[in-house]
């Protein structure tokens, strides 16, 4: 019997429709566009205004985007993974509201949480769910509404996040294609940079914490910048290195959309000289936090054919950070 690979066999995603532009935020915080564009290769980012809606709304509305796309019955999907940041209630899964929601009624559901690393930890988990041989549809969902924890008087943050939701199908795979390898990693120094500092077990909300602002993400841009761009550039390196890759055996760099000289960076360390097969669209959405590599996948799509080689690289808060080397299933 041929080995069960992970594969991902269908993808969806979903942006608001609200646009907020470098030239609004010029208007709410001291910036301009040639400022936030030099410094992060964002020129816009989408902002779901109905407040009556969370990160659930965003995941729903990919993963129905999936489902209709793939002429998938939800009732067939064995379990959801929801990658998120910014779940709708702290205690009630939003996985579970997601699946109930989408008909998913055969799936068993849990959230996943490593900030801006939480899909690519996500799509680790979905593939050893895959491989056990026990489940044989995987939902992979990647959700956030930023703008819930953002502070739009904080230059230093608004400009950089914005909402969205993905969503990938993980199935078993005997033809070799799928994960092929994955190096992920952590280091707890990263919470001392990248936080919110209320809210938690350990600074429970008080009139205080609110009036104080600390319940919305603060980052030390600097220091983060700096181990993002070491951490996912060695990654990504390592991936190449442990899977014999050269940089013309590598057809796509699908990396977190934080900030495109973190892309750039990786790129080069990658020997990727054909920038063609680096793909952004961080100049669309900004970033997304679990949302930012399956809304890659959704963009481009059509370009990726059966048996491409695809480096997935990812950063994140606490810190958070790792590679993935997947084998391209299908063609679209």
């Known amino acids: 019997m041929s ?7 269908a993808v969806g995603a979903y942006v608001p429709d609200y646009v907020l532009t470098n030239q609004i935020l010029e208007t709410m915080v001291d910036t301009n566009d040639e400022w936030i564009t030099t410094r992060t290769g964002i020129k816009e980012r989408r902002i779901l205004k109905d407040k009556d809606k969370g990160t659930s709304y965003l995941g729903i509305k990919a993963a129905e985007d999936l489902i209709a796309k793939k002429g998938l019955d939800p009732k067939e999907i064995d379990m959801l993974i ?27 559901s849990y959230d996943l949480q490593a900030a801006c690393s939480s899909f690519l930890y996500a799509m680790s988990t979905a593939a050893r769910y895959i491989e056990s041989g026990r489940y044989k549809k995987v939902l992979v969902v990647g959700a956030d509404k930023m703008s819930s924890i953002i502070d739009y008087t904080d230059r230093a943050t608004c400009i950089i996040f914005g909402d969205g939701g993905g969503a990938v199908l993980f199935e078993p795979n005997e033809e070799g294609l799928g994960v092929q390898d994955e190096y992920l990693r952590t280091d707890g120094i990263g919470r001392d940079f990248l936080r919110i500092e209320a809210g938690g077990s350990l600074l429970p909300p008080t009139e205080e914490t609110v009036a104080n602002r600390q319940h919305f993400v603060h980052q030390d841009g600097k220091t983060v910048f700096k181990y993002a761009v070491s951490n996912m550039a060695d990654a990504s390196v390592k991936i190449m290195e442990r899977n014999n890759l050269t940089n013309e055996d590598v057809n796509w760099l699908i990396a977190h959309q934080a900030n495109k000289r973190i892309i750039d960076a990786t790129a080069k360390r990658m020997n990727l000289t054909d920038e063609s097969k680096v793909l ?14 399956p809304l890659l996948l959704s963009d481009y799509e059509k370009k990726f054919k059966k048996g491409d080689n695809i480096v997935f690289a990812s950063f994140g808060g606490g810190f958070t950070w790792g590679s993935m080397y997947v084998k391209w299933a299908y063609n679209s």
């Open 82 to 108: 929801f990658a998120t940041a910014t779940p709708d209630l702290p205690v009630a899964a939003t996985a579970a509201y997601t699946a109930s929601k989408i008909g998913a009624v055969n799936a068993f």
């Open 3 to 9: 080995k069960i690979t992970a594969a991902i066999t």
């Open 280 to 293: 952004m669209n961080i100049h669309r959405y900004g970033n997304t936090t679990s949302a930012t590599l």
